[in-house]
């Protein structure tokens, strides 16, 4: 791949080394990270990146036979294959939730015995996927302790399918606010830890709520639950200063974001709104990809009656139903048109917007990412 003149996207990725893809669920967001992270490569980095994708479709992308939560290189011959020059490397993995959460506990256990009463939890192990938005916050632990490690110019995150692009955003600030609520506090509390038998040291309300939790989730449970709180209070000091760095490292100037959206309206309203909530967080979105984007063909379905004497008698009938699909393609085509026209206006000159059209087949190889790459960086 030849970089030719500097476009604004080879700026950002020559310019920041860490470029986080967000956006709503089911917009390309694991298809572009991986086209961005090649295109770094093919600028001469070291780059990797690292999807939370659990269709695994970036492996088969990168010639890789299986992704984990250890980097693999993409075979250099491979990049060689597909077009990109020599200079770069490529490294892909796949965050594992459990495995990072595991790693923090054993960085902050204050102790060999708090670290294994952690894990061998079983509130722990059955919830620890799950509890306090985990797979969002640890996509940011995994970014910072990826960042920290060094070894790569270039970091590309694509972050979790959520509901909402900005839930990873706040993340760190929910795990801090998550750690000095009063519901953990609560659970801190001896005499629930005790159970039954620490009964009569509990105020009658505080009684009347640990009984019902009982009935309600068995006391087993309860208890499993306390004890995973009593030996995780100890990390609850590295955790807030690990969310903070993590904060830090979101708003410096390194780290830039690139919201992936389509034309469909609903996500357009949210990537405005997602631009919005950056802008007050002091953060920088770096650009804004528009991917699935219908081509306007620049016609109309009207046929003349020369256009029709054309038409051979046996293939006649079918000229209504294609004649009124290529409108129907039109319509959809200029209101994407229409749609990008007014995010181009809100955005302003210095958030570059690109677009990848609709294309008929999936990207499911490096020859896929390289086609997208022709159209985000031309």
Same mark, same amino acid.
């Given at each position: 791949m030849t970089p030719g003149s500097a476009t604004p996207l080879d700026a950002l990725l #020559?310019?920041?080394?860490?470029?986080?893809?967000?956006? &709503? @669920? /089911?917009?390309?967001?694991?298809t572009v990270s991986a086209a961005l992270a090649l295109r770094g490569a093919g600028l001469g980095r070291?780059? *990797?990146v690292c999807t939370i994708d659990p269709a695994r479709r970036l492996a088969n992308a990168? /010639?890789?036979?299986? *992704?984990g939560d250890r980097e693999r290189r993409v075979p250099p011959e491979r990049l060689t294959a597909a077009g990109v020059l020599p200079g770069g490397a490529l490294w892909a993995m796949m965050l594992d939730t459990k495995r990072t959460f595991d790693r923090l506990v054993e960085r902050y256990a204050p102790d060999p015995a708090s670290r294994d009463r952690i894990l061998a939890n079983g509130f722990y192990q059955n919830l620890s996927n799950q509890v306090?938005? &985990? +797979?969002?916050? $640890?996509? $940011?632990?995994? *970014?910072?302790?990826? %960042?920290?490690?060094? @070894?790569?110019?270039?970091?590309?995150l694509d972050t979790p399918p959520t509901k909402h692009a900005l839930d990873f955003l706040s993340a760190s600030r929910r795990m801090s606010e998550f750690l000095d609520g009063s519901v953990v506090k609560w659970f801190l509390r001896p005499s629930i830890l005790a159970g039954r038998a620490g009964a009569q040291a509990v105020r009658r309300g505080t009684r009347a709520v640990a009984e019902a939790l009982d009935r309600l989730l068995g006391l087993s449970f309860i208890k499993d639950l306390s004890e995973f709180f009593q030996a995780f209070e100890g990390l609850f000091d590295g955790f807030r200063e690990r969310a903070r760095r993590v904060e830090e490292v979101l708003g410096s100037a390194e780290t830039a974001f690139v919201l992936v959206t389509s034309p469909a309206p609903w996500t357009l309203a949210e990537a405005d709104y997602f631009r919005g909530r950056l802008t007050e967080r002091g953060m920088s979105l770096g650009a804004v990809v528009v991917n699935?984007?219908?081509?306007?063909? @620049?016609?109309?379905?009207?046929? &003349?009656? #020369?256009?029709l004497a054309r038409v051979p008698a046996q *293939?006649?009938?079918?000229?209504?139903?294609?004649? #009124? &699909? !290529?409108? #129907?393609? +039109?319509? !959809?085509?200029? @209101?994407?048109?229409? %749609? !990008?026209?007014?995010l181009r206006e809100r955005a302003g000159p210095e958030v570059p917007v690109a677009t990848v059209p609709d294309f008929p087949t999936d990207v499911h190889d490096l020859e896929g990412l390289m086609r997208i790459n022709a159209h985000l960086f031309r």
């Open positions: #020559a310019d920041r080394r860490v470029v986080v893809c967000c956006g &709503s @669920g /089911g917009v390309g967001k694991t070291k780059v *990797l990168m /010639g890789i036979a299986r *992704l306090m938005g &985990s +797979q969002e916050y $640890m996509a $940011m632990e995994k *970014l910072y302790e990826l %960042r920290e490690e060094g @070894g790569y110019d270039q970091i590309v699935r984007v219908r081509a306007d063909y @620049g016609v109309n379905g009207t046929l &003349s009656a #020369a256009d *293939l006649a009938p079918l000229v209504p139903p294609l004649v #009124a &699909s !290529l409108e #129907a393609h +039109q319509a !959809l085509a200029r @209101g994407d048109a229409r %749609r !990008l026209a007014a």
